[in-house]
């Protein structure tokens, strides 16, 4: 599982995830957190973090709602409203 798909699977759970300071990590609400779901966020920490902060590299997109949403969604939902556009 890549940390964008677990960062879009924590949120179509229902988490809300958020830095506290420079780099702790704030899952709400923590006590509906699966044991394997712990395990996942401490593997995928750093990378959630840098998703949060912005610095990750993850291709930036010009719909700011978006971010909640994988790669391949916002892909979708883009090519769908250029379409629209057109």
Known sequence: MTTVDLV???KRKGFTLRLRGESALSVI????LTEPLRNLIREHRAEIVGLLRGASGARPTPFPQLAELSVEEQEAYEERACKNVR
């Open 29 to 32: 609400p923590a006590s509906k």
């Open 8 to 10: 879009a699977e924590l």
